[in-house]
């Protein structure tokens, strides 16, 4: 692994927390009309756009591409009287919002798998979103509003596993060690600094008195203000009863912390803005959400239909398509809504003007894949008392991620791999289907032993060999935010675009959905007047 990746990462990672604040999506509420934002108060999404009943009435608008950003758009426009036609490639709605069980195909560029799972309703996987920050409004009031019922997804596990090839003999170790032996050896050192005077300038007496007092209880330091170990690390011996008094681990030294890539930016992984605890996933799969959105609109969705053209005519817009006997049809309408992923618009022909198809055509999509597997007997729950999270490794498949539902079940899917696809030696896409689940074997044998004889069945979804997706999101340069993008917001004649890589959550259903709600309110606004 090139060590200059975790930096990269890094930057890639505070990059997304940065651009994807609640700042940036209150900006869009707050223009919509739909806040009413006290100071300081976070909590502020009042709904979707409002839209006076019946301000649609005769208008018809063709939304490209059944994800959420399309569904959102003809719920919503539908519920205020618009004609609502949605062409969708797939069979199925949502997208990139895809679970996957046993009995189901995938299909790729690169080849067709079968999963070979059992059926039962906790063995699935969400290839593609799988977390619901508590601080989506927007979709988890879809979620209420449709009844989609939640359930906890673990996405901090202190018992899970953090494996580096490079420090404690490339052996895993629990990320309630690392933490909490990095937090020790830190306050001792912070302690010795000011010891020597090393602080005396930058702190005055009483404030150094006072850290003392919070270094004592951050590192779980000892009287001498030093670090020996803490019980929050874990033991070598559990405490039990009687004489079974307990005896904890020795730390992990400071230097093999210091080397290894893996604590820095996954142990900040969950201090991500948008990686926060509480995190929710729909009970049965993240699919029961388009899956709810299409039981009120899915008379309005044409699946199997293929968007060939996008024209600009007289009256609006035109969407030539085909369907899967190889109908030709042409559908004209007042408004489009393009959210097709920005890799798969620029290969349609389009009357687009020149700065939009510059737009389509420069902005990079990430590369992430994961692979599942099906496991007989939930070792990491039985083995290695791991409920739900991830266990983070510098190998290719970067983490592992242990199933939130059917905890406690005989057994269970686990997502074997999980990579950002943030950099080319990232893209898991690279090579074939089959060397991609060996790889994710042997990975995954350096964290749990036995791994090749206890998981089976493996599936690999790599995006951007997903037809129809091509690529996992839209991964915006600083420079293309102020430019391109901002193209992108608005119109080019009759054709609006939505998704979300036209929204300061990348990567994320609720940029999507907060995506669809600003193209409404403009289309709203365009026909109020
Ligand atoms: N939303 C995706 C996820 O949570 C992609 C993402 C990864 C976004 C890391 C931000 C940070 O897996």
Redesign the pocket.
Known sequence: MKSDWSVSRRAF?TN?ART?GAGAAYAVLDALGATALAIGEAHAYAGPPPMPAGIGKGKRVTIIGAGMAGLTSAYELSKAGFTCTVLEARARPGGRNWTIRGGDLIEQSDGLQKVNWPKAPHLYFNAG???IPHHHHALLGYCREFNVPLEIMMNDNRAALYQDDAVFGGKPVEAKQVIHDANGHFGELLNKAMSSGGLDKELSKEDRERLREVLAVFGDLKADGRYHGSERAGYTEPPGAALKFGKIRDPLPLSELLKAELWQYKIAFNQ?Y??TSTIMQPIGGMDQIPKAFAKRIGHMIRYETVVDEIRKTALGAKVICHNNKGQKTSIESDFIICTMPLSVLRNVPNDLSPNYKKAIAEVRYDTPAKIAFYAPRRFWELDNDIYGGMSWTNREITQILYPSQGIGQRDGVLVGAYS?GVFPEDDMSRVSVSERLKNAIVSGEHMHPGYQRMVRDGVSVAWPNVKYSQGG?ASWTAEQKNDIYRTLQEPDGAIYFAGEHLSNLP??QEGAILSAHYAIEKIATRVRS
Do not use: K, S, T, V
């Open positions: 990672l997304i994807g979103p799988a977390r991500n948008e990686q950002f999101w990567a994320w």
